[in-house]
């Protein structure tokens, strides 16, 4: 009987390959590349014991490097390559490279150009993955951003509410928390007690919310870990305890990962007004700072 050999045995065993994969909530679709040809494409249920399944048997004894682009699923997959083995990149959606004359996107397409760019290595920045313990220390934070807005469009829902049904309120312009407590006690008609009581249930809440945070962040603020960074972040001119553990938790502990000055304050969001047109969007700040990098 004439014995079958399989192409992973001739073309890719022991060597490197290149798999693009594009990420959507139900699907993966996989590209896979090596010695600058495509061998093999497939689609797949998002669940990774079938993708490690996958490149485990199909890819013995091979060197796997695999990219996908960051994106609503945190880094989880990246956490779960890594650990079996695998070397695998998360790249900004904006950085991948994509000739123009290319006007057709579909996944199977993006997870091909995934890999070629890989194995080209045609990108410049990969994204930098926090460990696990700082991605969810650094959710209270931005836990604590999300809720504070929120309770600004409440404050401010209530006061459009009053100004929508000519109710007058004899406060200050600046309304606090005093203020917006009072209006428990303001004489309406029963409808809009139902809705004004809502949304002062709401607001309630939400400072709650808001207290709860901040003492968690207080705690890791004394946290072993971020306690030396956090420390030094404090002790700069102009930055409370709030922006010193945001910036800790953000950036992390050790900075010698970013090749200048300049980088670090792209990666925090901000960065010095150089041209006339940022000196005047930020006139009367000292340091000058605008949004972007």
């Not at 699907?27 to 079938?50: C, D, F, G, N």
């Not at 000519?166 to 029963?190: H, I, Q, T």
Request: proline share 4%.
């Amino acid at each position: 009987m004439k014995k079958t050999y399989r192409l992973q045995e001739y073309v890719v065993r022991g060597k490197e390959i290149f798999v693009g994969l594009e990420d959507s909530k139900r699907t993966w679709k996989l590209a896979v590349r090596s010695e600058k040809m495509i061998i093999h494409q497939v689609s797949m249920e998002a669940k990774y014991p079938v993708l490690i399944g996958y490149l485990r048997n199909k890819f013995p004894d091979c060197a796997i490097h695999l990219m996908y682009e960051a994106g609503f699923k945190g880094f989880n997959l990246y956490d779960a390559l890594t650990e079996d083995g695998i070397d695998c990149v998360v790249i900004p959606p904006h950085v991948v490279t994509e000739p123009k004359v290319n006007r057709i996107k579909t996944d199977k397409r993006d997870a091909r150009r995934l890999a070629l760019v890989l194995e080209n290595h045609d990108f410049k920045d990969s994204c930098y993955v926090p460990d696990k313990e700082r991605r969810e220390d650094r959710q209270v934070t931005r836990t604590l951003i999300a809720v504070q807005k929120d309770i600004i469009r409440t404050r401010n829902r209530i006061r459009k509410f009053l100004q929508f049904h000519g109710v007058e309120v004899s406060f200050p312009d600046r309304w606090g928390r005093g203020e917006f407590r009072a209006l428990k006690k303001l004489e309406v008609s029963e409808p809009l007690r139902i809705s004004l009581a809502i949304f002062l249930t709401q607001l309630e809440e939400l400072w709650a919310h808001q207290v709860s945070l901040r003492d968690a962040l207080r705690k890791l603020c004394k946290k072993e870990r971020y306690h030396k960074a956090f420390t030094i972040a404090h002790s700069l001119p102009g930055i409370g305890w709030f922006t010193a553990i945001r910036f800790v938790l953000e950036l992390g502990e050790d900075l010698s990962r970013f090749g200048s000055g300049k980088r670090s304050p792209a990666s925090w969001g901000s960065r010095a007004a150089k041209t006339p047109r940022e000196r005047r969007y930020t006139r009367g700040a000292s340091p000058a700072w605008v949004p972007g990098s």
